[in-house]
């Protein structure tokens, strides 16, 4: 299966392109880019993020939504607060590394899944899915 995905690394930088059978426990993905189709192998580490996206450009002028409402539950309720102090609200999609004692396990490889997917709040949004990678997470809480 081929995605559409926006790559945002840790540091900023974000490549549009074409994701080919995605892994969660890969250590490397390829993405071809949209623009060139220059094929790029990047280390999962160096990731904050993977967002599989609707259209490469999205919608200018939607304000998505970032609160959960009252009507629906699809998932685990999931607040992402990132090391570079972004956040992100989603349902869980899957299973999340945790260990019972310590919470999440977001400060060691203790697993091997690079990360755990996450639905956007918003139906509407351009993003289809969000994969995040756990060393880029600074802490991650369950919302009731």
């Known amino acids: 299966m081929i995605d559409k995905v926006v790559v945002q690394y840790r540091d900023g930088r974000i490549i549009k392109g074409h994701l080919r059978n995605f892994s969660e426990k890969a250590d490397n993905i390829l993405v071809m880019e949209k623009d060139d189709g220059e094929e790029i192998k990047i280390p999962v ?6 967002f599989f996206v609707r259209y490469f450009e999205g919608k200018k002028n939607y304000s998505e939504k970032k609160i959960y409402g009252i009507s ?7 607040f992402v607060k990132f090391r570079d102090g972004e956040s992100f609200v989603g ?11 310590k919470g999440f396990y977001i400060s060691k ?4 899944q690079n990360g755990f997917f996450l639905i956007p ?3 509407e949004s351009n993003n289809i899915k969000v994969f995040v990678v756990l060393s880029a997470i600074e802490d991650v809480s369950v919302m009731n």
């Open 91 to 101: 349902f869980l999609s899957g299973d999340v590394p945790w260990d019972r004692k």
């Open 72 to 78: 629906e539950k699809r998932g685990v309720r999931l």
């Open 121 to 123: 709040v918003d139906k």
């Open 109 to 112: 490889k203790s697993t091997d």
């Open 45 to 50: 580490n160096t990731l904050k993020a993977i």
